[in-house]
C-alpha cells in the first residue's frame, strides 16, 4: 500500500507534465511579456541617444542571398527579422491554432461559440472606431491596426495577477487571443496584399498541394516539412502575398494524430515502463483501467505528435527570441515635437480609442448579447463586470498591431505615429486591466 502510492503520484505528475501543453503555453507567452516590455524600452532608450544613428544604419545592413549573379532573396537586418524570422511566429501561430481548433478549447462547438464571437467583436469595433477617424484621409489603410491582441502581454499581466483571476477566464482569454490571431492572419493575407503575381503564387499552391499529400500519407518527419515549407515561403514571398502567411500554411499541414493501433500502443506504454517504472508489467491489467488507459493514450499521442514536437522547439526561440527581437528592431521611435504632436492625430485617436474601447466593449457586448440569446454560455461564476475587466487586457495589442502597421503603411512618419500610438495604448490597457483585476468589486 506504502509502496504504490508514491508510484501513483509519480505517474500522476508525468502524465500532468506531458499532456497538459495549455499551462506550459501559458508559462511561455507570459515569460515573453515581459522580455517585449525589456525590449520595447531599450530599444525607445537607444532610438533617443547617441546610439540611434548606429543602431538604425546597423538595421538597414543588407543581408542577400544569391547564386552567382542570380540574387534569389534581397534584405536589410530589419527586413529579415520582420519578413523572415517573424516566418517562425506564425508557424508557432499555426501550430497553436490547429492544436485548439482540434483538441483545444476551440475544439468543439459550445467551447469555440464564446472566444469566436467575442474575437469578432473584438475585431469589428475597433476597426469601426478606427474608420471614424479615418474615413476619406489616407491613413484609412491603418483600419485592421487597432483589431489584434498581444497574447504575450497579455498573458504576463495574468501571471501578476495570479490567483485573482478565475481559471476559466485565463481559458476564455487565451482561446479568444488564438481566434483573434487567426482574424489578423486572414486580414493580413487577405486585405494586405500586394500586386499578386499569379505565376508565384500557382507555384505556392502546388507546394501547399504537396504538403496536403505529406499529411494524407502520414509522413511524420517535421524536417521534411521544414524543408518544403522553405519552398513556400520563396514562393509566397514573390507571390505578392506576403511571406509570413506561408508559416501558417505549413503549420496548418503538420500532423496532429497519428494512425496508430494496440499493438504499437502497448510497445509505446512498455517502453515507458522500462524508462519510469510506472506501469504494471501485465498490459492485460491497463484494460481494465479504462481512464488509466485513456490518459496513456493521450500521453503517448502528444509526445508523438508531430505537432506538438515542432510547437516545444519552436514556442520557446519564437517567444523569448524573435518576438523581443522584433519588438528591438520596429519600437525605436525617435521622441521628438512632431511625434508628440501627431499623438492627437487621427491615426492615434483610432488606435488608442479602437484598443481601449474597441476591443473591450466590442468582446463584452458581443459575449454579453450572445449568452442572453442562449448561442454562447459565460463561466460559472463570472459576472459582466468579470468580463470586462479581462477583457480590457486583450487592449494591449503590440506585436500583431506593429506588425499590421508596417503593412498598412509607406508614408514613415503614419508609421512612427502608429507604433508610438500602440505602445501608449498597450500601456495603459495593460495597467488598467492589471489594476481593475487586482482589486475586489
Known amino acids: 500500500m506504502t509502496e504504490k502510492q508514491p508510484r501513483t503520484q509519480s505517474r500522476s505528475t508525468i502524465f500532468k507534465r506531458i499532456s497538459n501543453p495549455f499551462n506550459e503555453f501559458i508559462r511561455i507567452e507570459g515569460s515573453s511579456g515581459y522580455l517585449l516590455l525589456v525590449a520595447t524600452l531599450i530599444s525607445l532608450l537607444t532610438a533617443n541617444s547617441s546610439l540611434g544613428e548606429p543602431i ?9 542571398f544569391h547564386i552567382g549573379n542570380v540574387f534569389l532573396l534581397d534584405f536589410n537586418i530589419e527586413q529579415f527579422v520582420n519578413d523572415g524570422l517573424m516566418t517562425i511566429f506564425f508557424v508557432v501561430v499555426g501550430l497553436e491554432i490547429k492544436r485548439e481548433l482540434i483538441e483545444g478549447e476551440l475544439s468543439t462547438k459550445q467551447q469555440a461559440m464564446l472566444p469566436v464571437i467575442g474575437a469578432l467583436g473584438g475585431m469589428f469595433f475597433p476597426a469601426i472606431i478606427y474608420l471614424s477617424f479615418n474615413i476619406g484621409k489616407e491613413s484609412v489603410s491603418g483600419w485592421a491596426i487597432p483589431t489584434a491582441t498581444d497574447i504575450a502581454f497579455s498573458l504576463a499581466i495574468i501571471q501578476l495577477l495570479g490567483k485573482k483571476v478565475p481559471l476559466s477566464l485565463k481559458v476564455f482569454l487565451t482561446a479568444l487571443a488564438v481566434v483573434d490571431d487567426l482574424g489578423a492572419i486572414i486580414v493580413i493575407a487577405f486585405f494586405y496584399a500586394e500586386q499578386l503575381y499569379w505565376l508565384y503564387l500557382f507555384f505556392a499552391l502546388l507546394v501547399t498541394g504537396v504538403l496536403f499529400l505529406m ?9 521534411l516539412y521544414l524543408l518544403v515549407g522553405i519552398f513556400l515561403w520563396i514562393f509566397f514571398h514573390y507571390s505578392g502575398i506576403h511571406a509570413t502567411i506561408s508559416g501558417v500554411v505549413l503549420a496548418l499541414f503538420i500532423p496532429l494524430r497519428f494512425k496508430n493501433d494496440n499493438s504499437t500502443f502497448f510497445h509505446n506504454l512498455k517502453k515507458v515502463k522500462d524508462i ?9 491489467t491497463l484494460k481494465s483501467e479504462m481512464r488509466e488507459k485513456e490518459e496513456m493514450r493521450h500521453t503517448f499521442h502528444f509526445m508523438d505528435s508531430p505537432l506538438n514536437y515542432l510547437l516545444q522547439k519552436l514556442h520557446g526561440t519564437s517567444s523569448y527570441f524573435i518576438m523581443p527581437l522584433f519588438a528591438f528592431c520596429n519600437a525605436g521611435i525617435k521622441l521628438d515635437f512632431n511625434t508628440i504632436h501627431n499623438l492627437f492625430s487621427p491615426i492615434s485617436l483610432g488606435i488608442f480609442f479602437g484598443l481601449l474601447l ?31 475587466k479581462i477583457n ?7 506585436t500583431m498591431s506593429i506588425f499590421v502597421t508596417n503593412l498598412a503603411f509607406n508614408n514613415l512618419a503614419y508609421i512612427e505615429t502608429a507604433k ?4 501608449i495604448t498597450s500601456l495603459t490597457a495593460g495597467v488598467l486591466g492589471y489594476v481593475l483585476n487586482s482589486t475586489k468589486k
Open 358 to 388: 474597441g476591443k473591450t466593449l466590442g468582446i463584452t457586448l458581443t459575449t454579453f448579447v450572445s449568452s442572453k440569446f442562449g448561442i454562447t454560455q459565460i463561466p460559472i461564476g463570472v459576472s459582466t463586470y468579470d468580463m470586462f
Open 420 to 423: 508610438l500610438s500602440i505602445i
Open 392 to 398: 480590457l487586457l486583450t487592449g494591449v495589442g503590440f
Open 56 to 64: 538604425t544604419y546597423l538595421l538597414h545592413a543588407p543581408i542577400q
Open 276 to 284: 519510469s517504472g510506472a506501469l504494471n508489467e501485465n498490459p492485460a
Open 215 to 223: 499529411n494524407k500519407f502520414n509522413v511524420r518527419n517535421v524536417f
